[in-house]
């Protein structure tokens, strides 16, 4: 049977349009005396304007939702960097704690806190996560991802928002231990087998396309989606961006896992889902020419695919401030000149540093050198 995967047409972050989609999305679950985490992409912390982050309308009205119906609600992320007081500034600039305030709810920041230890059946890439215990306080889940590419693992949607549960240094454990695109996949499908949301809904109003996460440019693609199936979600929301989900790694993978389908049946119930938007996908996504090669091919030789995308440095738009080399699992950032130079040799093209990078200086760019 295929999973219902509902779309809503929704062009601007309107309140009132916002707590109608969500009363619907959320009719028949019983959230009444239940502790609720609302998980959304904080990562380190934008102006809402930028497209890196959900945005605050969608998480507010979701909250509500929650409050309405009887739930104890609270807002929860780590960004990428470490410390409390660097998520402090990154929920405070994504309007998130605003929220918290306005509603008196609590952020969870899941930092500093005792961690506990979870195995992972039949782990690829890990045979257990330390995830903060607060995390298994809550009765549900509630993810919030941003419709966004990523130059590593070409979309950033809901399997992987569920990142965000690891806090501080663990997450640069992925990058280290998975280092290409398709083990990268497999951690995160890892991490997803046990920390796995209720329901998600994915803020389509305005997304991101080309070198995401951070660094990408802005696309209004004007919907809602919700789904009890957050790699279903997943499949719908990167084939209405043009792109085939059985080529983006993680989406293929949790689906061969049995942690989600890839079938879904798109359920429109307010609007018309588009076709044919234009969406501008990053140097990661394979063409249907470059998905005939076999892999064995590709990779054994360390050709093109490893090598085609590699991490740019803007050096008009960087300040200088050091931020990437604070995150970099590889040790590749030097400073020449009061700006960051990458050493694509150690480089082993995570992305860290864009998601780091305050400016939005890092992008990507195609070469042929290693
Ligand atoms: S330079 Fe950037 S992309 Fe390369 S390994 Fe470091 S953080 Fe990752
Ligand atoms: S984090 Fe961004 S602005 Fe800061 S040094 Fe690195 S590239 Fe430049």
């Given at each position: 049977m295929r999973t219902p995967v509902y779309y809503f047409s929704c062009r601007e972050y309107d309140k009132e349009k916002l707590k109608d989609i969500v009363n619907i999305l959320f009719k028949n679950m019983n959230f009444k005396g239940k502790k609720v985490l609302l998980k959304p992409n904080m990562l380190q912390g934008h102006d809402p304007g930028q497209n890196v982050t959900t945005h605050p309308a969608v998480v507010e009205a979701c909250a509500e939702c929650v409050l309405e119906k009887g739930g104890e609600c609270f807002i929860g992320d780590s960004p990428s960097g470490r410390g409390k007081e660097n998520?402090?500034?990154?929920?405070?600039?994504?309007?998130?704690?605003e929220i918290c305030e306005k509603l008196g709810i609590e952020f969870d920041f899941f930092d500093g806190q005792e961690l506990v230890e979870k195995p992972v059946e039949n782990g690829l890439v890990f045979d257990s996560f330390f995830i903060p215990e607060s995390f298994f306080s809550y009765d549900m889940i509630i993810n919030l991802p941003k419709l966004k590419t990523h130059s590593l693992t070409v979309f950033t949607l809901g399997v992987k928002n569920m990142m965000g549960v690891i806090a501080g240094k663990g997450k640069t454990d992925f990058h280290t231990r998975a280092l290409h695109p398709e083990s990268f996949a497999d951690a995160i499908c890892d991490l997803y087998s046990v920390a796995r949301p209720d329901?998600?809904?994915?803020?389509?109003?305005?997304?991101?396309?080309?070198?995401?996460?951070?660094?990408?440019?802005?696309?209004?693609?004007?919907?809602i989606l919700g789904s009890e199936d957050a790699n279903a979600l997943d499949a719908a929301a990167e084939t209405l961006c043009g792109a085939d989900p059985r080529r983006v790694p993680i989406t293929r993978k949790a689906a061969e896992r049995g942690l989600g389908s890839l079938e879904y049946m798109l359920d429109p119930v307010l609007g018309s889902p588009p076709c044919?938007?234009?969406?501008?996908?990053?140097l990661t996504y394979r063409s249907a020419a470059s998905a005939m090669v076999p892999r064995w091919l590709l990779y054994p030789l360390g050709l093109i695919y490893g090598y085609m995308r590699i991490p740019s440095v803007d050096r008009e738009v960087c300040t200088g401030c050091a931020k990437c080399i604070q995150v970099c699992p590889a040790d590749a950032i030097q400073f020449k000149k009061g700006r960051p130079r990458i050493i694509m040799k150690k480089c082993v093209k995570c992305y860290c540093c864009a998601e780091r990078c305050p400016e939005r200086a890092i992008g990507e760019r195609f070469s042929r050198l290693p």
């Open positions: 998520a402090r500034r990154a929920a405070s600039k994504t309007g998130f704690l329901f998600t809904v994915l803020d389509g109003i305005r997304g991101m396309q080309g070198p995401g996460p951070v660094s990408g440019i802005e696309v209004r693609a004007g919907f044919g938007l234009k969406f501008k996908k990053p």
